[in-house]
């Protein structure tokens, strides 16, 4: 098993030289890409470094991503909003429609 360099690189950027802290971000991406959840690597990622690295509130907005994108909006910008909103979907929805 191996990770993407450019993902790689990344974590290296984002946590320092602290090889544990980078496995565990790499695991953490892993983790949710497999059963049952099968979140695309690029959106753990973003959840991750926006939640702080917590598994529990990344797990919270992947879900809320899906479903929002479900309602037609892009998932860059879905980020965004949960991002400026720590998560909460009706501020988010409200910010989605705002900023279209």
């Given at each position: 098993m191996g990770f993407p360099r450019d993902r790689l690189?990344?974590?290296?950027?984002?946590?320092?030289?602290?090889q544990a802290k980078v496995l565990?971000?790499?695991?953490?991406?892993?983790?949710?890409?497999?059963?049952?959840?099968?979140?695309?690597p690029?959106?753990?990622?973003?959840?991750?470094?926006?939640?702080?690295?917590?598994?529990?509130?990344?797990m919270a907005c992947l879900k809320l991503v899906f479903e929002l994108r479900e309602m037609g909006f892009q998932e860059a910008v879905i980020h965004k909003a949960l991002q400026e909103t720590k998560n909460n979907r009706d501020e988010a929805v409200?910010?989605?429609?705002?900023?279209?």
């Open positions: 690189s990344r974590a290296v950027q984002r946590l320092g030289g602290d565990e971000f790499m695991f953490q991406i892993n983790k949710f890409g497999e059963p049952p959840h099968h979140f695309p690029d959106s753990a990622e973003t959840a991750l470094i926006n939640n702080d690295l917590s598994e529990e509130k990344a409200d910010y989605l429609i705002s900023n279209a």
